[in-house]
């Protein structure tokens, strides 16, 4: 019989109530789970906190996020509020003996993502970083491909997260468009998912030369808890002080040679979260908006005349716990239930899954280089990039 688990949520906006029900769903896909969650309390200060809280099936419901931490019932927390708030939410949680669920980018800065990484560290608790699309099926499926060698040996990696959320001028200017709160810009908020995919594929990047900018410089001043989806007619403007773009080169450590790319204010492509790797006798690629298709091109086989489109079926991943049969498709959601498995069995058997602290370490590792390559104009070593705690640029830059 699985045994229960306390639950403490911080912050229940789309991401919290997303954490929410990945819970609530987890035993009618994963009905083996050793841990089955009780959903405590949760924190959060929106209008309708309380109510989202009881319809959500909370216990309880605080306004102060410390309360969630300091529960003696709650055992593992998710942490899902602002940028701005994860480095002194995560570390007060971990220094509690929590077991922590963060969305990514885990702080503002590199800086803020080793102080958290060093707090989960040194108490021992477990992790999960919300790096969900290396849960698509299709995606697990590659990356044994280019484990066994199918693809020969690798040569060529592209990826991209370009996204048109901000590509309004009316946009509103919320906290993500500030230094003070949301840190870095598309480099620490989207970069992490292009760069942890592909070392999750590929393997380490060693170096890095990349460039930034900001196409939209101004923007009408916003709430606190307004969305960056929202349009805003007329008001005071205010500068955007964070970039809009960014992209790079990159050289990983086994030779590879490749390009990483983000934007936000990109026209068209809505969430192409995406990526293409070509090897010595085969090649692959994959993009979020069709997540359960990959396309696949084999020289030495059936393939050899282009690539084929493979479907997403029981045998890849974690599939068969969501759907009977291939072409039925999985979507984003259920990437979370998957995550939320996951953590909670890391907590259970006692070894940590990925993709957990270290593995958003060493991505912020890479985006830290890039940051520092975009102020230096010149190739950034991703090993020499200091892990001080705190600050807008560690290991160099301004």
Known sequence: MAREIGIGMVSL??????HTRAYRRLFDHYPGCALKPRLVVA????DGARENAERLGYEGWTDDWREVVEHPDVEAVSITAPNFLHCEIAVAAAKAGKHIWLEKPCGRFPGETFEIG??????GVKSMIGLMYRHAPTVEYARKIIAAGELGEITHYRGYFLADYSADPHGALTWRFKDEYGGLGVLGDIMPHAAD????????????????????????????????FSVVEGGEMGAVENEDYASSLVRFENGARGTLETSRVCVGPHVRMSFEVNGTRGAL?????????LKLYRMDGEDEHGYKTVYAGPGMGDFAGFQPGAGISMGYDDLKVIEAERFLSSIAE??????????????????GAMDRSCDTGRWESVGEMAEEAGGRRNGGGT
Not at 43 to 46: I, L, S, T
Not at 118 to 123: G, L
């Open 350 to 367: 006692g070894r940590q899954r990925e993709p957990g602290i270290r593995e958003i370490v060493s991505t912020m590792r890479v985006v």
């Open 13 to 18: 906006g789309w991401m919290g109530q997303l």
């Open 197 to 228: 995919m592909a070392q999750n594929l590929i393997g380490p990047i060693a170096g890095v030369s990349a460039q930034r900018e900001t196409f939209i410089r101004e923007r009408v001043e916003a709430p606190m808890g307004a969305s960056h």
């Open 43 to 46: 924190a959060d200060v929106a």
């Open 285 to 293: 690629s994959w993009d979020f908006e069709r997540l359960n298709e």
């Open 118 to 123: 060093e707090a989960i560290e040194e108490a």
